[in-house]
């Protein structure tokens, strides 16, 4: 499982290269990585891209916008009774 995970972060990260994405990217995005699992390799990947941080929270099944900062997108930690 490490080396499937290794391996998505290397994809991620090369796709997006420092270069504009194009309008299909985050769609196509998205639906690769909930097809790979490894959410927060793929949140990881793009820390500093908050349109594909917004995207991958809204696709990932069970992602609780709550637990991330309104401002830049950062995991804060959730209180056990907002569990």
Known sequence: MKHSSLRSYGVARGTIGGHEMP???IPLLTDAAVGKGFFSIWFECF????????ALLDAFPGSR???????DLSPVP??????
């Open 23 to 25: 309008g299909n990217f």
């Open 47 to 54: 820390y500093d891209v908050p349109t594909v941080k917004k």
């Open 65 to 71: 916008m709550d637990g991330f900062s309104e401002v």
């Open 78 to 83: 959730l209180h056990e009774a907002d569990l």
